[in-house]
């Protein structure tokens, strides 16, 4: 089965880029993404990434994908305060339509 | 749109109680899901629909059903509810078109049981 595994918790401060890992176990074709959750809030899709992919950018966010090692990685350029939130890592198998397997969640504090 | 909305936004329930968890989207999405989320563990699935009148279980599905009898509606019953299942419940919905991968979440349900 799909298993997803991340760190806890990262601290940066403002103005440095932040880097989040993930680890994924499944090595069928695979939809990876990460979302972002503020205190209280729900979970916001930042970006997605097809495992037939090596990088993907979208503004400050870029996310790298090795395959060989299934890891995939966000970074966050130039991070800010309003960056400070839980990241998670989740994986999709092509053709299971809902089911997302998610890590643990990266919590994010950005320091200044 | 409203996007995915969720009421109660909190409720406290006794042991052996039941309820029923509200999900809606108006934005005409056939995929709707429901998580939970504990400490330490990200969010498991619990039920899934792929449209109306088709549910399937997901990875925590015990102690939970659901039904869809609408496109828009998703409900979440709680039939009998214990401690474990205390947790923050989001539903989750999602278009079937190709080339769209973005499921919406909803702002969640904080469920505590005594």
């Known amino acids: 089965g799909e298993d997803v595994e991340q760190s806890l918790f990262l601290s940066v401060r403002e103005g440095d880029s932040s880097v989040i890992n993930c680890t994924y176990t499944?090595?069928?074709?695979?939809?990876l993404y990460w979302y972002k959750q503020e205190p209280g809030a729900g979970l916001q899709l930042l970006t997605y990434?097809?495992?037939?992919?090596d990088m993907k950018q979208d503004q400050r966010l870029t996310v790298l994908l090795n395959k060989k090692d299934k890891h995939l990685s966000l970074r966050i350029a130039d991070t800010q305060t309003g960056d400070s939130a839980i990241y998670f890592c989740?994986?999709?198998?092509?053709?299971?339509?809902?089911?997302?397997?998610f890590g643990t969640g990266t919590r994010l504090q950005v320091t200044l | 749109n409203a996007g995915v909305t969720q009421t109660p936004k909190f409720q406290v329930l006794k042991t052996g109680q039941s309820m029923t968890l509200q999900c809606a989207q108006d934005?005409?999405?056939?995929?709707m899901s429901w998580y939970r989320q504990d400490p330490g563990m990200g969010l498991r699935l619990i039920h899934y629909?792929?449209?109306?009148?088709?549910?399937d279980q997901g990875e925590v599905p015990n102690g939970y059903n659901v039904s869809r009898s609408t496109t828009e509606d998703f409900p979440l019953r709680l039939l009998s509810a214990a401690p474990s299942q205390t947790s923050v419940y989001f539903c989750?919905?999602?278009?079937?078109?190709?080339?769209?991968?973005?499921?919406?979440f909803g702002p969640g349900t904080r469920l505590t049981v005594l």
């Open positions: 989750a919905s999602r278009a079937n078109r190709a080339g769209t991968d973005t499921q919406y």
């Open positions: 499944d090595s069928s074709s695979t939809y």
């Open positions: 990434i097809f495992s037939n992919m």
């Open positions: 989740a994986e999709r198998l092509t053709g299971t339509a809902s089911k997302l397997t």
């Open positions: 934005m005409n999405h056939e995929y």
């Open positions: 629909s792929v449209g109306a009148g088709i549910t």
